[in-house]
């Protein structure tokens, strides 16, 4: 009989059924503090929920992408980004055999440390503040200490090595790629780049800047002429090509591409690098928000005081308070309150 009492336990036995190579939510190496488990949900399902729910989530559907300030409704933003990436991670997840929930909660997390302006926003507080910014590193600050009024979320080890681990480097796909400790962790890794190297893609065709005619024509003839089809091509590969994990006897299990697929979206990631990301950080958009986030950093190293209070409990260091602050804000609202404090000086 099912009941509240035994609906987890339930659900951790059918997990029993995963690959080998899944992480087993029963078999989690914990929280930073211990909780009792939940009645309904499995560690995993309870770290989604907690992601879902938190502020930091919320905050990240005024948080940009790539184009600053877009005049479209359809422009992609830093949620809906998330939320393709979860959808892209569940489907390889599901197809081979993996813990579906726990790569959907590390997809769900992996931007919670975004600045507003995106990587444009990245870069500025990396520059200025000593210890340097990455936004990864940033997450993890947010589910570990800010969020729940310095309480954390207290996610589980597994969550928080995927969120922390999810980077790439400017290197080529599956190259250089870092370490991530669960195969949950590099599903999420590269349902990433499938998600923004096809959003992008329709963006900057939406902003003007691209045409579909002059993507390059080596990766479109592999992948596909649509963004639909190019995330189809790239998926279906990745999980034919990660056959090892659906299998019982492989010695090193691993999420891969095939060489003809991986050459072709590493094609069209390196255009655009060259076509948008690189043209659009010299854009005027840009320019304003890197002033944005340089002028909101000075005032409040010399301002602690006009910090709201719970960033000032976070750190003894004043720099770090103005960090944690200045890259929980949305687009909208560093604009808004840099013209505020420029108004304020003038007056």
Request: aromatic share 8%.
């Amino acid at each position: 009989m099912i009941s509240r009492l035994n609906v987890r336990q339930l659900a951790e036995e059918r997990e029993e059924s995963l690959s080998p190579f899944a992480v087993k939510s029963k078999q989690s190496r914990g929280r930073l503090k211990y909780e009792e488990p939940c009645p309904v949900r499995t560690a995993f399902q309870r770290d989604r929920d907690r992601i879902v729910y938190s502020k930091s989530f919320r905050r990240l559907k005024h948080k940009t992408q790539v184009f600053i300030a877009p005049l479209g409704d359809h422009y992609v933003t830093r949620l809906t980004h998330t939320l393709e990436v979860s959808q892209i991670a569940r489907t390889i997840a599901r197809a081979i055999n993996l813990n579906e929930d726990l790569a959907e909660a590390i997809s769900l997390g992996h931007d919670l440390g975004h600045t507003p302006f995106g990587h444009i926003g990245e870069e500025v507080l990396n520059g200025l503040y000593h210890r340097g910014f990455r936004h990864n590193e940033q997450s993890l600050r947010i589910i570990d200490l800010l969020e729940n009024d310095g309480r954390g979320l207290n996610l589980t080890w597994e969550v928080r090595d995927g969120i922390l681990n999810h980077s790439k480097s400017t290197a080529k796909i599956l190259q250089d790629w870092g370490e991530v400790n669960t195969l949950e962790g590099e599903v999420c890794k590269i349902a990433d780049i499938i998600a923004y190297i096809n959003h992008d893609t329709g963006d900057a065709i939406r902003a003007g800047i691209i045409t579909e005619e002059i993507l390059p024509a080596s990766a479109t003839a592999v992948l596909g002429h649509s963004p639909s089809e190019r995330i189809n091509t790239m998926v279906c590969d990745i999980i034919e090509q990660s056959w090892a994990v659906r299998g019982n006897n492989a010695a090193s299990p691993a999420i891969t591409m095939s060489p003809g697929v991986l050459k072709a979206a590493n094609t069209l990631r390196h255009f655009l690098f060259e076509q948008i990301y690189n043209r659009n950080a010299t854009r005027e958009e840009a320019t304003r928000a890197r002033e944005t986030i340089r002028r909101l950093y000075h005032y409040f190293n010399k301002h602690e005081d006009e910090l709201p209070p719970e960033y000032r409990f976070y750190s003894d260091e004043i720099e770090r308070k103005a960090v944690d602050y200045i890259a929980g804000m949305t687009d909208q609202y560093a604009s808004r309150l840099a013209e505020e404090l420029a108004l304020t000086r003038k007056a």
